[in-house]
């Protein structure tokens, strides 16, 4: 949450920062500021809204000078006013500091400088009480004797954020700027994303690359308890307890480009339509139609290690979740191995008894998730095998996990994940593939799946022409006050993604249930206002799905129905709707029944006016707990 971008260089620093916050803007947007150090002035412009308002208020007076910091946020502690948009000062007004992540022990650390007696606190947020910290520190280290060199004057700022941290419980990523300090920048990170894109003659900092592609492609992704000290030509890392720092500079691996809407009216539509090509590129060079199975070396297991894996635990937030519970049918039907779902937030604070064969993988696009990190910490500290699913191939959690698998799906930029979910769900299937082929599937099992897996982008292509015929259903249903998701087995999990999406982008109540579940109260849910949409592609337990449809029927509820082969003519005489995707096997399935839902919660969030790629309340990086 929140999103932070820091330029120091030779250009005016107010357009740099302003760009680099509108493509941060996904990870929070419910206010914005910028301070950029004017000669002997930090100006500053900040205010609640989104950052089109801060533009405005830019555009109006814009501040001079060519190195600053900004922030979008996404609030946490205090309202969204202009008084808690960052950036927070210090005591003097010198020192302007912005922060992503929540700094839990504040309230001792507020009481404590409220007691010292000088410090008044203008806003509510936790953020500002770093400020004062550093602030304070670094005015009391100010040698008696007058003017130092600007060296000095450096490491002394660094040494007071040195100092702070130390007494900061929680998590932080942060940039500062000082009045007295021209042409520098220090940042700092511990849980919160952080990386250091370095430029010639300039440099940035920024919470995620997206926002300094468009100037460089060399990046420093900073690890937690980094300090880092930013000039126009040099920067240096050390550590929050004073030790010197290495790093690696890494190639960024999209461009600009990738992170345009191109002619698409938004991110969502526009990652909707990339599906066959992330799909495609999940697999890419993972299959083996040679061996029957999947080639996953990012996994660094030897086949004797992947032999005596006993259990699985999935676990993720959101999105990702209803992907591992796709994972879950996937490996216990392929591989045969006990496989369990785990909200991540929960696993890391519960005693889940684990076995000493089990393997664990946190899935998360961002790869920044807290709660998917703190899960992944809690099991590798326990001593299990964790490994991640990520998209973001710098992330925190793709550098803490013992070894893992990218998706390559390319950034995803939209607040409702989409392509990220398919790839999600492709990459589970391989590692079933893999599990299995190391057990009870046979050759001709494994050719099957993975024929059944490189149809898919093809099948994809034709479930995304279904997309017109899906904004005529979303229409019809524009005054509907929520819908229910219905779905078995594989499809079960597509229900509750569908029903995220829906409750996500179109503020619509939805639940997703195994349709079975049905009988067993939500039928007292069923009126003519209220339709159903069941997931019931032409599969073994079809004939059970079509019996919950009937009895939504028999109580005049409005039934849309996703269906593939045969399907469409058995509902014909039930289903008010009926969508058809390309047939395909069951356990491929959810990566094809998916995709109408995420363009039925699109179009309707369209026809309701919507604002589909910043939904209210959310943030598409949840980084804090
Ligand atoms: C947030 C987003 C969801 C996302 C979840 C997990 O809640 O709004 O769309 O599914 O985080 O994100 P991750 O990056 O870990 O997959």
């Not at 504040?106 to 410090?119: P, V």
């Not at 066959?276 to 290690?305: F, N």
């Not at 937030?317 to 796709?326: E, N, P, S």
């Not at 503020?507 to 007292?524: Q, R």
Request: include cysteine; charge should be negative; glycine fraction near 8%.
């Amino acid at each position: 949450m929140c999103g932070i971008v820091g330029y120091v260089g030779r250009s005016e620093a107010a357009p740099i920062l302003l760009d680099g916050l509108r493509r941060l803007e996904y990870r929070g947007y419910d206010s914005a500021g910028v301070a950029i150090v004017n000669g002997d002035r930090v100006e500053t412009r900040k205010c609640a809204g989104r950052i089109a308002e801060l533009g405005k208020l830019v555009a109006e007076r814009t501040p001079a000078g060519t190195f600053g910091i900004s922030h979008t946020r996404w609030a946490t502690h205090g309202k969204a006013t202009d008084q808690n948009a960052h950036p927070h000062f210090d005591a003097s007004g010198n020192l302007a500091l912005v922060h992503n992540g929540v700094i839990e022990n504040y309230q001792a650390l507020k009481e404590e400088l409220i007691r010292g007696g000088d410090t008044k606190f203008v806003s509510e947020t936790d953020t500002e009480v770093l400020a004062h910290m550093i602030g304070k520190l670094y005015d009391a280290s100010a040698p008696t004797n007058g003017s130092t060199p600007p060296q000095h004057e450096k490491n002394r700022l660094v040494a007071a954020v040195r100092v702070a941290l130390q007494q900061v419980i929680g998590t932080y990523g942060i940039a500062l700027v000082h009045r007295d300090i021209p042409d520098f920048i220090a940042g700092a990170r511990r849980g919160s994303p952080l990386v250091l894109g370095v430029g010639k003659d300039e440099n940035f900092l920024a919470s995620d690359v997206s926002a300094i592609v468009a100037y460089t492609r060399d990046a420093v992704y900073l690890n937690d308890f980094d300090v880092v000290a930013v000039e126009r030509d040099k920067f240096e890392i050390s550590s929050v307890a004073g030790e010197r720092g290495s790093y690696e500079v890494s190639k960024v691996e999209f461009t600009d480009e990738d992170i345009k809407k191109g002619d698409y009216p938004h991110y969502m539509l526009k990652e909707i339509f990339e599906q066959h090509g992330s799909v495609r590129d999940a697999m890419r060079g993972r299959l083996s139609l040679e061996e029957c199975t999947a080639k996953l070396g990012g996994l660094e297991m030897t086949p004797a290690q992947l032999r005596d894996v006993g259990r699985i635990v999935l676990t993720g937030c959101g999105t990702a979740l209803h992907a591992a519970m796709v994972g879950e049918y996937l490996i216990e039907q392929l591989a045969g191995l006990p496989t369990e779902i785990e909200f991540a937030s929960e696993f890391r604070h519960r005693n889940t008894p684990m076995t000493r064969d089990t393997l664990v993988f946190a899935i998360s696009q961002s790869g920044e998730t807290a709660d998917t990190l703190g899960a992944l910490r809690e099991s590798r500290r326990k001593g299990y095998r964790t490994l991640g699913i990520c998209n973001n191939v710098a992330s925190t959690i793709a550098r803490e996990s013992d070894g893992g698998v990218y998706m390559h799906a390319g950034p995803e930029i939209g607040v409702a994940a989409t392509k990220s979910f398919t790839s999600q769900v492709t990459i589970l299937a391989l590692i079933a593939l893999l599990l299995g082929r190391m057990r009870h599937l046979s050759t001709s099992e494994g050719t099957v799946i993975i024929e059944a897996l490189e149809a898919l982008p093809e099948k994809i292509e034709q479930t995304l022409k279904l997309s017109d015929h899906i904004r005529a259903i979303a229409k019809k249903y524009i005054a509907a006050p929520g819908m229910l998701f219905f779905g078995r087995q594989f499809n079960f999990p597509i229900a509750l993604e569908g029903a995220l999406k829906l409750k996500e982008i179109t503020y619509l109540f939805a639940e997703g249930h195994p349709s079975a579940e049905l009988k067993h109260g939500i039928i007292a849910l069923i009126r003519p206002e209220i339709p159903s949409l069941f997931i019931a592609p032409d599969d073994a337990v079809f004939s059970k799905n079509l019996n919950n449809v009937e009895q939504v029927k028999a109580r005049k509820g409005p039934i849309i129905a996703i269906t593939s082969g045969s399907g469409a003519e058995r509902l014909a005489s039930v289903a008010d709707d009926t969508v058809t995707v390309p047939s395909a096997p069951d356990f491929v399935m959810p990566v094809l029944t998916a995709i109408p839902l995420q363009l039925l919660a699109y179009h309707l969030a369209v026809e309701l006016g919507r604002d589909v790629d910043k939904p209210r309340n959310l943030a598409k990086s949840v980084t804090v707990e």
